[in-house]
């Protein structure tokens, strides 16, 4: 009897000690997972810093050369020279009656003083000035001597491409994006890296190493984005030709919230080669460099000078097709598809206003209008695009943003990416009858499940190409009118209403290439129409857009114009035609 009590004094002894370790096993687990937190904090808090010291210190010797220049020539005329096209300046330096010196140092310093109210810049690059040296003497390619600006995830040596997220910090490219190559080959000298927002995916333009860029023509507005620090710097004045790029409408977006010029080519039209992405390997939406600029001309300047044996040879699966200024020139007149809302997102009052009278300007110069309504797309919104983006659920979006801080541009977008499938389903269901569009966008985040249902949905996407390709040639459509998301919202608008992405989305998936062009400005008789908008499905998505544009009076109003794929140059015929007709009624 003595034995078993002994024995089980022992077993109670050892279930004690057993608890006893696992209690510190567990403690000293928890303890290891809260320093690597703190330490991945640090971390993260250290390379902001030194991703922000960069940026100072780059901005601070930019200033010092253009104080060191301004000193050492009086005579510049900066203001001469920032207020010509791009064709005036170039033809001005193509004939020695300006230097690429003073054109450079004009816009460095244009640009630094516009950053400082738009914090529009990720960091001056500093080889701009060595280039300088090198392309005066030489006089070649279109765009000699012209100063540049490229977004931030455009490769240049030495020069980080973050896309706005921690984890790309500190790893600069190895070399020059094939895009800066050939702007170099051309002549050109990019100066200076733009901002964008937080993992590329979001039309605002704030990041947690950088900040918010705000609008050139309201500081309480954003620029957009993805490419909102292209848009600002441009629309105020600091960059005479930039470039961006464009998955869901980041070139569009800004250049309608900052009032330029932007242009979304035919994907595969230029060189990716060197552009980075989120995240690689997504194949049913692809993204597209492409100029904005101040007008049309500039655009197709810049496609010109893209277009040229260089690229073809330095990125061989680029169709090697140049510019066609034919094209581009004629005055044929044009069978135009147009329309004032697509059935998914009211526009907004100036948005409406905006296709109307360029609807009746093109009318009254000899073209001919006909109605068109695209194909499903409430269907594409949510079937094709959103779940194509996120096939994977968001693993791979959420795995780039790990190891720092979201930020407010972001937060509330990607938040319900983090619920499981099976909450998400669930939400998506009980939400349908309150929310349809919130209830489709929500299953649509849970990806696509498997690879077989991956590859009917890339079918699905192939097929909604040719039917809308058979659309336009059963209406004999050349171009399309259509608007474009606008005026600026205003800030923490854009990470909650994704449904008014239909208007620009479209056309990435279609592969089509799409422009913008600025037609008007915000009036008064606008914002008293807003107060009555309702929205066509009358729930929260529609009052947040309500929300989000409300206070836009004087801001910049656009449309967007569309071709079908390859025909870039017609695209930007016809943007030049509406550029030009705008120009005209107000004289």
Same mark, same amino acid.
């Given at each position: 009897?003595?034995?078993?009590?002994?024995?089980?004094?022992?077993?109670?002894?050892?279930? $004690?000690?057993?608890?006893?370790?696992?209690?510190?096993?567990?403690?000293?687990?928890?303890?290891?997972?809260?320093?690597?937190?703190?330490?991945?904090?640090?971390?993260?808090?250290?390379?902001?810093?030194?991703?922000?010291?960069?940026?100072?210190?780059?901005?601070?010797?930019?200033?010092?050369?253009?104080?060191?220049?301004?000193?050492?020539?009086?005579?510049?005329?900066?203001?001469?020279?920032?207020?010509?096209?791009?064709?005036?300046?170039?033809?001005?330096?193509? +004939?020695?009656?300006?230097?690429?010196?003073?054109?450079?140092?004009?816009?460095?310093?244009?640009?630094?003083?516009?950053?400082?109210?738009?914090?529009?810049?990720?960091?001056?690059?500093?080889?701009?000035?060595?280039?300088?040296?090198?392309?005066?003497?030489?006089?070649?390619?279109?765009?000699?001597?012209?100063?540049?600006?490229?977004?931030?995830?455009?490769?240049?040596?030495?020069?980080?491409?973050?896309?706005?997220?921690?984890?790309?910090?500190?790893?600069?490219?190895?070399?020059?994006?094939?895009?800066?190559?050939?702007?170099?080959?051309?002549?050109?000298?990019?100066?200076?890296?733009?901002?964008?927002?937080?993992?590329?995916?979001?039309?605002?333009?704030?990041?947690?190493?950088?900040?918010?860029?705000?609008?050139?023509?309201?500081?309480?507005?954003?620029?957009?984005?993805?490419?909102?620090?292209?848009?600002?710097?441009?629309?105020? @004045?600091?960059?005479?030709? @930039?470039?961006?790029?464009?998955?869901?409408?980041?070139?569009?977006?800004?250049?309608?919230?900052?009032?330029?010029?932007?242009?979304?080519?035919?994907?595969?039209?230029?060189?990716?080669?060197?552009?980075?992405? &989120?995240?690689?390997?997504?194949?049913?939406?692809?993204?597209?460099?492409?100029?904005?600029?101040?007008?049309?001309?500039?655009?197709?300047?810049?496609?010109?000078?893209?277009?040229?044996?260089?690229?073809?040879?330095?990125?061989?699966?680029?169709?090697?097709?140049?510019?066609?200024?034919?094209?581009?020139?004629?005055?044929?007149?044009?069978?135009?598809?147009?329309?004032?809302?697509?059935?998914?997102?009211?526009?907004?009052?100036?948005?409406?206003?905006?296709?109307?009278?360029?609807?009746?300007?093109?009318?009254?110069?000899?073209?001919?209008?006909?109605?068109?309504?695209?194909?499903?797309?409430?269907?594409?919104?949510?079937?094709?695009?959103?779940?194509?983006?996120?096939?994977?659920?968001?693993?791979?979006?959420?795995?780039?943003?790990?190891?720092?801080?979201?930020?407010?541009?972001?937060?509330?977008?990607?938040?319900?990416?983090?619920?499981?499938?099976?909450?998400?389903?669930?939400?998506?269901?009980?939400?349908?009858?309150?929310?349809?569009?919130?209830?489709?966008?929500?299953?649509?985040?849970?990806?696509?499940?498997?690879?077989?249902?991956?590859?009917?949905?890339?079918?699905?996407? +192939?097929?909604?190409?040719?039917?809308?390709?058979?659309? $336009?040639?059963?209406?004999? &459509?050349?171009?399309?009118?259509?608007?474009?998301?606008?005026?600026?919202?205003?800030?923490?608008?854009?990470?909650?209403?994704?449904?008014?992405?239909?208007?620009?989305?479209?056309?990435?998936?279609?592969?089509?290439?799409?422009?913008?062009?600025?037609?008007?400005?915000?009036?008064?008789?606008?914002?008293?129409?807003?107060?009555?908008?309702?929205?066509?499905?009358?729930?929260? $998505?529609?009052?947040?857009?309500?929300?989000?544009?409300?206070?836009? +009076?004087?801001?910049?109003?656009?449309?967007?114009?569309?071709?079908?794929? $390859?025909?870039?140059?017609?695209?930007?015929?016809?943007?030049?035609?509406? +550029?030009?007709?705008?120009?005209?009624?107000?004289?």
């Amino acid at each position: 009897m003595e034995n078993v009590k002994q024995v089980l004094r022992e077993m109670k002894l050892d279930n $004690w000690t057993a608890a006893l370790l696992t209690g510190a096993a567990c403690g000293a687990g928890a303890l290891v997972l809260l320093v690597q937190k703190v330490c991945r904090h640090q971390e993260a808090k250290d390379k902001i810093q030194r991703a922000r010291s960069r940026r100072a210190d780059s901005l601070q010797r930019a200033e010092q050369a253009v104080l060191q220049y301004k000193t050492s020539h009086p005579g510049t005329d900066s203001a001469l020279i920032l207020a010509m096209s791009l064709s005036e300046l170039t033809n001005n330096l193509q +004939e020695g009656l300006l230097s690429p010196e003073d054109v450079f140092y004009s816009y460095m310093e244009k640009t630094l003083a516009v950053n400082k109210d738009l914090n529009c810049c990720t960091g001056i690059l500093l080889e701009s000035f060595d280039q300088l040296k090198t392309v005066a003497p030489k006089k070649e390619g279109l765009l000699y001597g012209v100063p540049v600006s490229i977004k931030e995830n455009f490769a240049y040596k030495n020069h980080d491409s973050t896309c706005g997220v921690i984890v790309n910090l500190d790893r600069p490219a190895q070399k020059d994006s094939v895009i800066v190559e050939v702007l170099k080959r051309q002549g050109a000298i990019p100066f200076v890296k733009t901002n964008l927002p937080q993992a590329l995916l979001n039309y605002d333009c704030g990041n947690p190493m950088y900040g918010q860029t705000v609008n050139p023509h309201n500081l309480q507005k954003t620029s957009g984005g993805s490419s909102g620090g292209e848009g600002a710097l441009i629309g105020g @004045g600091g960059s005479v030709l @930039g470039f961006g790029s464009d998955a869901g409408g980041s070139i569009r977006i800004p250049a309608s919230f900052c009032g330029i010029c932007g242009l979304k080519p035919t994907a595969g039209r230029l060189s990716t080669v060197g552009l980075s992405p &989120i995240f690689r390997g997504q194949k049913s939406v692809s993204s597209s460099p492409g100029p904005m600029a101040r007008d049309v001309d500039s655009l197709a300047l810049g496609m010109q000078s893209l277009l040229c044996d260089h690229m073809f040879s330095l990125d061989p699966t680029v169709p090697p097709v140049p510019f066609n200024m034919q094209i581009y020139q004629s005055s044929k007149p044009l069978r135009i598809g147009y329309l004032e809302n697509d059935g998914y997102t009211q526009p907004s009052p100036s948005m409406a206003r905006g296709i109307r009278e360029v609807k009746a300007l093109l009318e009254q110069a000899g073209h001919t209008l006909v109605p068109y309504s695209p194909l499903k797309i409430d269907y594409v919104v949510n079937e094709l695009f959103l779940k194509a983006v996120l096939a994977d659920g968001a693993t791979s979006l959420l795995q780039k943003l790990e190891g720092g801080p979201l930020d407010p541009c972001l937060g509330p977008q990607v938040m319900p990416y983090y619920l499981p499938t099976w909450l998400k389903k669930t939400l998506s269901f009980l939400l349908k009858p309150v929310s349809p569009r919130g209830s489709a966008a929500l299953k649509s985040v849970c990806g696509v499940g498997s690879v077989p249902e991956l590859w009917k949905q890339h079918a699905a996407v +192939e097929d909604y190409i040719q039917e809308t390709i058979a659309e $336009w040639r059963r209406l004999n &459509i050349d171009v399309l009118l259509c608007p474009v998301i606008g005026p600026a919202f205003n800030f923490f608008y854009c990470c909650k209403l994704g449904g008014v992405l239909s208007y620009t989305v479209l056309y990435n998936l279609l592969t089509f290439p799409a422009g913008v062009v600025p037609v008007s400005t915000v009036t008064a008789e606008d914002e008293e129409e807003l107060g009555h908008y309702k929205g066509f499905y009358q729930d929260h $998505w529609d009052e947040l857009f309500k929300q989000a544009v409300t206070g836009g +009076e004087g801001l910049p109003v656009a449309v967007q114009c569309v071709a079908l794929p $390859w025909q870039d140059e017609l695209c930007l015929r016809f943007m030049k035609e509406v +550029e030009q007709l705008v120009k005209q009624s107000r004289k």
